[in-house]
């Protein structure tokens, strides 16, 4: 397979030609670059929610603009970066690794993406409407969500009722895509990892994200709306008009739940790409794997209420819970025995892709064993909306899902621009990270053993100081190592071009071109495995053999 020394005309173009494209790897560009941005600005108001908890009686923010800061932060990383940014890597990757020209309905991913933008800057924007944004955290719990004054929390509303429209349009085109359109030969169990998890992923928005939209819409009713001249002000939260605030919690975990693992699986799918590549061996258990894939969707949706041990529910609601959440942790363990299983006697490369996941397994241990002690209802009574919860959050989600990320971003950045990143930059960005991330959030989890509660926009101990300045110069040095990835995608827009495949990797989207053609394949090997490019090596291997033996 020839070098391209041109970039492909496709990629070639003004700005309209962005903006108006239906190609399924342009829109997948355009979340990952959009959700980057929207990554940038959330982590810089994290920076200052640290700079304002760096010393007690802290005064950077007032109390008002902090609770906006922690609101928009949280939301913002949940709702503008974990879910699209893997959607973009969905979106470029799911037809190139079956084997199809496109997605089932490109329209529908343009639109999926434009509403995704859109909902996005009405959130930022938010900051600038009457009363400020949001204050009532990223959850947003009655009765504080209902009586905030301002618009900031009617925009906070709104612009969640565009996500989840675009993620749920997005989920549509990936279930029919992957049903209709893979490649000849390609069976369910033959179909790449990181598919199976987008899978799940698709199925698990279009079972939960209706019941979030109902649950801000009754808290938007709940704040009085004004229709055509008719008031319309509802009761559903508020118990003193018959109304119960624990139901929003019900609904929103519900949701909250299964948004972690809809996070998390593309998450583990990109890991489950990354590491056979560098460990030069086949993944371990494939079909182990993918069906514990199968099994964290489902019971994602059977847990949610071990988020509320504190809300008074009966010893024997509290007990199934405990058990349950326990309980998903064994195909969650099975995945990492199996990613361990790959790496043992493997010929590692300690490439910047195989770092990141590396780190990732690391830390993402740390995250569920920490979680398994907060699923231990009387454990939680005491660590509940502490800074060991938040500790543990950023351990599962940030930890897991960033370090994914950026593991996926190595990979395949050659596929996706045809130059490779910097090595040098990229192995530096990853320790920076690493050790950035773990100075930051494992002192939270004394903080919280020590009692710091969360949300809270200052603090009188002065022993907690010592922790949370930790915390604050650990959070600086992971700003300045995601200052290190954007000089390399600086430094490599000009690097040398590579060819198709260049780390020899095994499934399909490495047998077209870097970058691939806008129809994506001229023709498709006939999948005979999970690993169709290895597959169709040793072939090609075969045949020369027999040609050279006659």
């Known amino acids: 397979m020839a070098v391209r020394t041109e970039p492909h005309p496709a990629y070639q173009g003004k700005v309209v030609s962005w903006l108006t494209t239906t190609d399924h790897k342009r829109i997948g560009i355009l979340y990952i670059c959009t959700s980057l941005l929207f990554f940038v600005l959330a982590g810089l108001m994290g920076l200052v929610i640290r700079l304002q908890l760096m010393q007690a009686n ?10 906006e800061l922690v609101t928009i932060h949280g939301t913002s990383m949940v709702f503008l970066v974990g879910v699209p940014i893997l959607a973009g890597f969905g979106n470029y990757l799911v037809p190139l690794m079956i084997g199809a020209h496109d997605m089932a309905f490109p329209r529908l991913n343009a639109l999926s993406y434009w509403l995704f933008a859109f909902g996005g800057a009405v959130l930022m924007l938010s900051f600038f409407a009457q009363g400020g944004a949001a204050q009532a955290g990223w959850t947003s719990y009655p009765p504080l969500a209902e009586q905030t004054a301002g618009h900031g929390q009617d925009l906070w509303i709104l612009s969640l009722h565009i996500l989840t429209a675009s993620s749920i ?27 199976w998890s987008i899978y799940v992923y698709a199925w698990l928005l279009l079972a939960v994200l209706p019941v979030l939209s109902a649950a801000i819409t009754m808290i938007l009713l709940d704040r009085g709306l004004e229709l055509g001249g008719w008031e319309i002000q509802t009761s559903f939260f508020d118990p003193a008009e018959g109304g119960n605030a624990v139901l929003y919690q019900h609904a929103f975990w519900f949701f909250g739940h299964p948004e972690v693992y809809i996070i998390v699986l593309p998450a583990f799918g990109i890991i489950s790409e990354v590491l056979p590549v560098f460990a030069r061996k086949p ?12 099994a964290i969707g489902f019971f994602s949706m059977l847990v949610w209420a071990h988020h509320m041990f504190t809300v008074g529910l009966p010893i024997s609601l509290q007990a199934y819970f405990m058990i349950a959440s326990m309980v998903i942790a064994v195909p969650t363990g099975m995945k990492i025995f199996n ?3 790959t790496l043992w006697r493997g010929n590692l490369a300690f490439d910047s892709a195989m770092l990141f996941a590396l780190g990732f397994l690391s830390i993402f241990v740390v995250g569920g064993l920490t979680g398994i002690y907060l699923a231990a209802f009387p454990i939680d009574w005491q660590l509940h909306d502490s800074y060991f919860v938040v500790a543990h959050f950023h351990y599962t989600l940030f930890g897991g899902v960033v370090f994914a990320i950026f593991a996926g971003l190595h990979y395949w950045w050659p596929k996706m621009f045809g130059r490779m990143l910097d090595e040098r930059l990229g192995k530096l960005s990853f320790w920076l990270l690493f050790v950035g991330f773990n100075l930051t959030f494992f002192p939270q989890h004394l903080l919280g053993l020590e009692g710091m509660p969360r949300r809270i926009a200052t603090y009188a101990n002065e022993s907690w100081e010592g922790y949370n300045t930790l915390s604050t110069v650990g959070s600086w040095v992971m700003g300045v190592a995601i200052l290190a990835f954007v000089v390399n995608v600086l430094v490599s827009r000009n690097g040398p071009r590579v060819g198709n495949d260049p780390w020899r990797a095994y499934t ?15 023709d498709v090997p006939y999948v005979t495995s999970p690993r169709p490019l290895y597959d169709l090596r040793r072939r090609l291997r075969e045949r020369e053999g027999a040609r050279g033996a006659a």
């Open 58 to 67: 802290g005064d950077v923010v007032d109390p008002q603009r902090y609770n």
């Open 508 to 522: 399909l989207e490495w047998y077209t071109t870097s970058p691939p053609p806008p129809h994506n394949f001229d």
């Open 283 to 294: 993944i371990f258990g494939y079909k182990a794997i993918a069906f514990s894939t199968v």
């Open 169 to 195: 349009a997005g989920a549509i085109n990936f279930l029919v895509t992957i049903h209709n359109l893979r490649a000849r030969g390609m069976t369910w169990t033959r179909m790449p990892l990181f598919v």
């Open 339 to 341: 990613w361990l299983a």
